[in-house]
Each structure stands twice: as C-alpha cells, then as structure tokens.
C-alpha cells in the first residue's frame, strides 16, 4: 500500500498520529513591484549514534560558563532609521494538483541572500537584488539549516521531484550541500536504513563545525558538511532514535527511547564528528513537542503534558555538565512565541537566549490608544528561572518580538503600521530603532516567517506558499526593506517572472 501525499516513507518505529505543523498562514495579495526572482547492511559499515553517556549531567566536555555576556553589538544604529520598501519575490507557479508548497530554507551574509523556493534555490545580489545564481531543486523543501557553517556552507532538505511514481508528493529524502556565495553544489547524499529499500525521509537539518545533522521521524543522520561523508545513520531494530538536533556552537540532540504513547526524552551534547554523546539529561516523563532554543547555553523547550498552540509552554536551562540549571514557565496565551510544530527541533521563533537570560514576548494586549495592540519583552534569568530587570516596549504601537541576538543586544521586530527592528539593550531593554518603514508585508505572519536583518536590510520570506483562489495581484513570498542610507548600495531591481 503506498504512503499517503507528504508521508516519511517505509515504516520502521510504530506510526503515530501525525504530527501537529505549524500553522502557516497563506500568502496573500501584495501590491507592490517584484524584485529578480526567487520565484521559484552491505559490506560498507557506517556507524550508528551510540545513545550512551551520562545520564542527567556528570559528563566531560563542553564549557561550564555561557557565552560571553554584553559582547559589543554589530548593527549600529542609524542617525535615520527611516526605510523602504526594496522589492519583492512573487510566489512562482506550484506543481500541479498541488494547493500549498514548502520552501523551507533562506540565509543571508553581507553579500548574498538566498531563498529556497518551489522548484529552485537562488542567490540574489543583497544589495541590489539581481541574480547571482540559481541551483536546481526539483522537490519540496522540508529544511533548511539556519546555520551557515564553515566555509560559507549551508544545507538543505528537499525531494529528488514534486511527485512519487504514484502520483503522491514526494518526501524528503535529499540532502544537499552548497556554498552560499556562489550557489556551488557540493555533495547531494541519502540513507537507507537497515532492510528499507526506500530512502529514509528527513525533515529538518542543523550545522554544527563540520556537521550536518539531519533528523526525521526514522532518526538522525550526520554528513561531513565538505565530502559529504556519513558518519552515522539510523540503524533497523533500534529503539532509541535523534528525531532532530540544534546546531550552533554544540550539536544538541533531541532522543527518543520507548514505544509511543510512552516515549523517554534525552537531551544531548554529542561530539559533531563521532556522534558520541559528551553528557545526557532525561527529562520528566510526559513532556511533548521539544524544541532546542539554543546550543550555548543549552535551552530547550517543550510541553509539559497536553501540546499546546504555541509550543514550550516550559523551559529547560542546562548547564555545561547537562545539569538543570532552572525551569521558566510560559503559559499558553501568555507569550506570543511559536514553536509549536511537533515535527521539528530546531525551529522556535520568538524566544531568543543570550546574556544569560531568556527573552520572550507577552501576548497582545490592548495599547493605551485603543485601538492598536501591544505587548512586552521580559527577560528570565537561565540561572534562577525568574524575571530580571525592566520589561521591554512598555505600550508602543504594535507587538514586538525578539528574533535573534546582536552581541549584547536584542533584535525584535515590531509588527506596528509598517515595518519596525529595533535594537533592546541586554540590560535595561531600553531601545533604540533600526529600522522603520511605513509599507508592511502583505500575506507573512512575522512571527511565523524566516526573518533576516544585517545592515540596515531587513529580508522576510515565508517557508510555504499557497496557491491564489481568486485572481488579482501579484502575491509575494519575500519582501525586501532597506534604509535610505543603503540607497547609494541599492540598484534597480530586475523583475523576473515567478517560473520556479
């Protein structure tokens, strides 16, 4: 019998419901004008993950202190802030019979902006927009990783077509390595998996020194990032399995022992290149829906009990030994963060970790005004699992939420009339505005969209697309927006249709 549209393939653990995605809200109609497009067992023996070492901490490896606390911030902050709208990617054309289409998968450097997209990956031009290269991608795309490692290497997962033999989409079986900066491809490699005769499916994959770490419900598998080379996979029989990992500074795996309905989870550090675990920390019985916030420190979220809309309605602080440090509690409907796709480890947005502390988003709340909404940013402690220090963006206009880290500093953007990133001291939470612009995205849920800010250039882009109901104007899957004192670096530019 073959698998259902979208499925992970040949079975090996027993099959549970299926998971819980994020909500994706589809793109909808945008007027504005479009910017050059990303439219669219042998005899060889590979070794499989030893689940082994320490149980809850005790573990060699790995530092004993966070990061560096206030590390000086790269993005200045502007005499004018003012920006505007740069350009656009119209959503291309989707496979046939197909209504939505992932495209999971974007990165930025200081001189190139890549964007996976229905039929292709492309490199454009971060300044002026025009196309660098382009490298084709025949299938969906499950992951990409939000790491570009060594070597400006990034990777994604994706499908050899849009469709089996049989008609269904085709699952994720692909891996592939590229250089950003010229859209080089480097390796393309797949697994097996013990008697499996299909290729064994991923959906999602992290970057960790000369790893990349791909997970899926099947379990984990690990490439050298350069060759290509496997340097484990899943093995048959096995009752433990990676479901994903967290890339970074550590390789962070997400484990899973027991049948399901009464899964065992293991957090841990692994040595990137043997797969060997550095230490191990079990977490309570009954949790759900993990999430790796971040590597160093190690934080992780999930559900204690029911799985919840937003995801990690609690929060696990480990320290360098995978000893727990504190346990921060956020509510469901009390915090606005989103990482509630059960299928995916590495993918929670709107909760950022740096300084020691964890930053996170209040719910929308009525603004003094009356009419617009806003929210805060409170800052927890790692070490005691407490508030500390001010809240952030006291009544301003319009939810923010925070979406990266900039040496000491804390990146948010504001979802007011228009577009705002604002920079929020480590400390105070005090702000100072990056960026503002009075034209917004049209059809992207912030909050829920692949955002990337350097220079003065804020790129959002969405990781599905839909196909239009109606017809109308075009509609976008990456807006561009730019400062004016970028403008001498901006360029006209070229349009191209949204063909793949």
């Given at each position: 019998?073959?698998?259902?549209?979208?499925?992970?393939?040949?079975?090996?653990?027993?099959?549970?419901?299926?998971?819980?995605?994020?909500?994706?809200?589809?793109?909808?109609?945008?007027?504005?004008?479009?910017?050059?497009?990303?439219?669219?067992?042998?005899?060889?023996?590979?070794?499989?993950?030893?689940?082994?070492?320490s149980d809850d901490g005790g573990g060699k490896?790995?530092?004993?202190?966070?990061?560096?606390?206030?590390?000086?911030?790269?993005?200045?902050?502007?005499?004018?802030?003012?920006?505007?709208?740069?350009?656009?990617?119209?959503?291309?054309?989707?496979?046939?019979?197909?209504?939505?289409?992932?495209?999971?998968?974007?990165?930025?450097?200081?001189?190139?902006?890549?964007?996976?997209?229905?039929?292709?990956?492309?490199?454009?031009?971060?300044?002026?927009?025009?196309?660098?290269?382009?490298?084709?991608?025949?299938?969906?795309?499950?992951?990409?990783?939000?790491?570009?490692?060594?070597?400006?290497?990034?990777?994604?997962?994706?499908?050899?077509?849009?469709?089996?033999?049989?008609?269904?989409?085709?699952?994720?079986?692909?891996?592939?390595?590229?250089?950003?900066?010229?859209?080089?491809?480097?390796?393309?490699?797949?697994?097996?998996?013990?008697?499996?005769?299909?290729?064994?499916?991923?959906?999602?994959?992290?970057?960790?020194?000369?790893?990349?770490?791909?997970?899926?419900?099947?379990?984990?598998?690990?490439?050298?990032?350069?060759?290509?080379?496997?340097?484990?996979?899943?093995?048959?029989?096995?009752?433990?399995?990676?479901?994903?990992?967290?890339?970074?500074?550590?390789?962070?795996?997400?484990?899973?022992?027991?049948?399901?309905?009464?899964?065992?989870?293991?957090?841990?550090?692994?040595?990137?290149?043997?797969?060997?675990?550095?230490?191990?920390?079990?977490?309570?019985?009954?949790?759900?829906?993990?999430?790796?916030?971040?590597?160093?420190?190690?934080?992780?979220?999930?559900?204690?009990?029911?799985?919840?809309?937003?995801?990690?309605?609690?929060?696990?602080?480990?320290?360098?030994?995978?000893?727990?440090?504190?346990?921060?509690?956020?509510?469901?409907?009390?915090?606005?963060?989103?990482?509630?796709?059960?299928?995916?480890?590495?993918?929670?947005?709107?909760?950022?970790v740096g300084n020691d502390r964890l930053y996170?988003?209040?719910?929308?709340?009525?603004?003094?005004?009356?009419?617009?909404?806003?929210?805060?940013?409170?800052?927890?402690?790692?070490?005691?699992?407490?508030?500390?220090?001010?809240?952030?963006?006291?009544?301003?206009?319009?939810?923010?939420?925070?979406?990266?880290?900039?040496?000491?500093?804390?990146?948010?953007?504001?979802?007011?009339?228009?577009?705002?990133?604002?920079?929020?001291?480590?400390?105070?939470?005090?702000?100072?505005?990056?960026?503002?612009?009075?034209?917004?995205?049209?059809?992207?849920?912030?909050?829920?969209?692949?955002?990337?800010?350097?220079?003065?250039?804020?790129?959002?882009?969405?990781?599905?697309?839909?196909?239009?109901?109606?017809?109308?104007?075009?509609?976008?899957?990456?807006?561009?927006?730019?400062?004016?004192?970028?403008?001498?670096?901006?360029?006209?530019?070229?349009?191209?249709?949204?063909?793949?």
């Open positions: 019998m073959p698998p259902p549209p979208g499925g992970f393939g040949p079975p090996a653990p027993p099959s549970p419901p299926p998971p819980k995605a994020r909500r994706r809200t589809a793109v909808v109609i945008a007027s504005v004008a479009a910017l050059a497009l990303v439219a669219g067992g042998g005899a060889w023996y590979v070794a499989a993950r030893d689940g082994g070492g490896g790995g530092s004993k202190k966070p990061g560096p606390a206030y590390a000086r911030p790269k993005e200045a902050v502007p005499a004018d802030p003012r920006a505007t709208f740069h350009g656009g990617a119209p959503v291309p054309k989707l496979p046939e019979k197909e209504s939505t289409w992932p495209v999971k998968g974007s990165w930025l450097t200081d001189e190139v902006y890549v964007k996976s997209s229905v039929a292709k990956i492309t490199g454009l031009d971060a300044a002026t927009g025009k196309t660098r290269w382009t490298l084709p991608k025949p299938g969906q795309s499950c992951g990409g990783s939000p790491e570009v490692g060594a070597g400006g290497i990034a990777v994604v997962v994706f499908a050899p077509a849009a469709h089996d033999k049989k008609g269904f989409r085709a699952t994720c079986t692909q891996v592939m390595a590229f250089k950003v900066a010229t859209g080089e491809k480097l390796w393309t490699k797949s697994v097996r998996t013990g008697y499996q005769t299909e290729r064994t499916a991923f959906n999602q994959v992290a970057i960790s020194g000369r790893t990349a770490a791909v997970g899926g419900l099947y379990g984990g598998a690990a490439f050298d990032l350069r060759t290509g080379e496997v340097r484990w996979k899943p093995r048959s029989g096995d009752t433990c399995r990676d479901v994903g990992y967290g890339g970074g500074a550590r390789l962070v795996a997400i484990r899973t022992c027991g049948e399901y309905g009464a899964e065992k989870y293991t957090v841990q550090d692994i040595d990137p290149t043997s797969g060997k675990p550095r230490w191990s920390h079990k977490l309570p019985g009954g949790v759900k829906n993990l999430n790796v916030i971040s590597t160093d420190p190690v934080v992780v979220g999930l559900d204690s009990g029911e799985i919840t809309g937003q995801g990690a309605s609690d929060v696990f602080a480990l320290d360098g030994r995978g000893r727990l440090r504190s346990k921060i509690a956020l509510p469901e409907r009390r915090y606005l963060h989103d990482c509630g796709d059960t299928s995916v480890v590495n993918d929670c947005r709107g909760l950022v996170a988003p209040t719910a929308r709340r009525d603004a003094k005004d009356g009419i617009s909404s806003t929210n805060d940013i409170v800052a927890f402690s790692l070490a005691t699992g407490r508030t500390t220090g001010p809240r952030g963006n006291t009544d301003s206009q319009g939810p923010t939420f925070p979406f990266r880290m900039d040496g000491g500093n804390v990146l948010a953007y504001r979802d007011a009339l228009g577009v705002q990133v604002v920079a929020l001291d480590g400390r105070t939470l005090k702000e100072r505005k990056l960026l503002i612009s009075t034209k917004g995205p049209s059809g992207l849920v912030p909050v829920e969209s692949e955002l990337h800010f350097v220079d003065g250039r804020l790129y959002m882009s969405t990781d599905l697309v839909s196909k239009s109901s109606t017809k109308g104007p075009a509609r976008f899957m990456m807006y561009v927006f730019a400062r004016k004192d970028q403008k001498d670096q901006k360029g006209r530019q070229d349009q191209q249709g949204g063909k793949g």
